[in-house]
């Protein structure tokens, strides 16, 4: 199962196209409102519906866990206790975590996870990478954890996670099929 965690001031496109693509590849994804309710306010006033509330699942076998960008969103990402020991649990035993825009500085480096590891994120935001080296590049799988930059990088971002899930062969005929190589050979 793979999990995407929903905070209030998420940032839409690197929430819902990593969503879609991963969908598309035929992963099972489940969102996740760190709300009361299922109700979650993006940063640019769109609420969202989560398939479901934190407390409600066992992250125990995830296949990945994915945390959208976003301000405030990542900062509310980083200040839900249970998430954060969801992540370190993850980390701990290797498995798979991705974070994109200011949520691979905001919250995955203040936990530790990125020390050692190359990384990228929103510019402005590489001060907080403390333990990783900053990349700058729009995504970057370091062993376990995949970063990415930014909105612009919602899409490339979201076929490299789904590479890592569906393998190469999936991953390019989505890319194929929903017109972004086509768009990058412009």
């Known amino acids: 199962m793979i999990y995407i965690f929903f905070a209030n001031g998420f940032e839409d496109v690197e929430a819902l196209i990593p969503l879609d693509v991963l969908r598309r590849a035929g992963k099972d994804v489940v969102t996740v409102s760190l709300n009361e309710t299922k109700e979650v306010e993006s940063a640019h006033g769109v609420t969202i519906i989560a398939d479901t509330l934190f407390a409600d699942n066992d992250y125990e076998g995830a296949e990945l866990l994915f945390l959208p960008g976003g301000m405030p969103g990542a900062t509310n990402l980083a200040n839900h206790k249970g998430l954060c020991e969801v992540l370190v ?63 612009a990088a919602a899409f490339p971002f979201a076929y490299e996670l789904a590479t890592l899930v569906a393998g190469k062969d999936v991953s390019d005929q989505l890319a194929e099929g929903m017109r972004f190589k086509h768009l990058m050979n412009m």
């Open 89 to 151: 649990k993850q980390n701990d035993k290797g498995g798979r975590i991705a974070a994109i825009c200011a949520s691979p500085a905001v919250v995955l480096s203040g936990l530790g996870v990125l020390k050692g590891k190359q990384a990228t994120c929103y510019p402005g935001f590489e001060g907080m990478l403390a333990d990783a080296t900053y990349t700058g590049e729009l995504f970057v799988t370091d062993g376990n954890i995949t970063t990415g930059e930014g909105p």
